[in-house]
């Protein structure tokens, strides 16, 4: 196979590979917090990864940021896209909200940044891209709708401290992938990630300080789960998606998370026997033609202003 072929096909490969990675975090995080309170979870997480991240810095004589201005703007993209994110994510799971309901709400990503990128990024999004959008959110209800159900799962098992901490992981991750992509785009990929690691760090390491007992079971499972977060999520999903959002728009970027619900689901159905009704097929099938609409609605609405004849 010629190298060039290799490489577009790897470039394509990028977005799917990052959905299957993304999606198993909201898994790990119902193995893991049996076992440790969410911000020490996180905290420990973060050392881990810096443990591992920094080395490959050196080996690969990566480049650091330069000037303190860009180093200020990366630390608040990383308290953003992975102090409040996960942090809101861990919490709100912590304290008893479905994990599939807590990736639905934040799967409201897409809505959120593309509202915001108009203003900020001037990032205008074309009628069939803002349909794509729709068909997505209708999707991501389909497949996840009955845990919207008031009187069986919203207001039973957890409580409005746990609605409000996902929506701040819904607010962290969707402004975060703005700022980053408007503050941040001289940040080099690895040495990035580190301050952005540190800064979310110290902010998780606060809490854990302030608010848990930072008692932690290290069993089988939880240094599995641990393991499998600071490699394939902490290290290779982040580093992808960085990369990701340097090479497109964020709205485009942004519609990627439409699919991390479905997968989800999928996910959940494997390893825990959670049951699929076809109503949930149909929904991920919903959730994917909008993610598709998403993406290539520009070049749609392009082609169709073409063939409009001049008056």
Not at 32 to 53: C, D, I, K, N, Q
Not at 171 to 192: D, E, N, V
Request: with cysteine; net charge positive; hydrophobic share 55%.
């Amino acid at each position: 196979m010629p190298a060039q072929r290799r490489t577009t096909l790897a470039l394509a490969a990028m977005p799917i590979v990052f959905v299957l990675l993304w999606s198993t975090g909201f898994i790990g995080a119902k193995y893991g917090l049996p076992y440790a309170e969410p911000f020490t979870f996180l905290f420990v997480r973060f050392v881990l990864t810096l443990a591992l991240l920094i080395p490959l810095v050196l080996l690969f004589k990566g480049s650091w940021p330069q000037g303190g201005g860009l180093w200020g703007h990366i630390a608040v993209s990383g308290l953003l896209v992975h102090g409040a994110y996960l942090g809101g994510v861990f919490y709100g799971i912590y304290l008893g909200m479905p994990a599939g309901l807590a990736s639905l709400l934040v799967g409201l990503q897409p809505l959120l940044t593309a509202a915001l990128a108009g203003p900020l990024l001037d990032e205008r999004l074309t009628r069939w891209q803002w349909l794509g959008l729709a068909l997505g959110l209708v999707g991501i209800v389909l497949v996840l709708g009955s845990k919207l159900d008031p009187g069986a799962a919203l207001f039973q098992g957890f409580g409005v401290p746990a609605l409000l901490a996902v929506l701040v992981a819904l607010i962290g991750i969707a402004c975060g992938t703005l700022y980053q992509k408007r503050f941040c785009t001289g940040m080099p990929l690895l040495s990035g990630t580190v301050v952005q690691y540190m800064a979310a760090g110290v902010l998780l390491g606060v809490g854990a300080l302030l608010f848990e007992q930072r008692d932690i079971d290290w069993t089988p499972t939880f240094m599995l789960t641990m393991a499998w977060l600071v490699c394939i999520l902490s290290i290779a999903a982040i580093l992808l998606l960085m990369a990701l959002i340097k090479r497109g728009e964020a709205s485009r970027v942004a519609s990627l998370f439409y699919l991390v619900p479905p997968v989800t689901a999928l996910e959940a159905w494997w390893l825990f026997g959670e049951r699929l009704p076809p109503v949930a097929l149909l929904g991920m099938a919903i959730a994917l033609s909008g993610v598709v609409m998403t993406v290539k609605g520009k070049q749609h609405a392009a082609k169709g202003t073409a063939k409009v004849p001049r008056g």
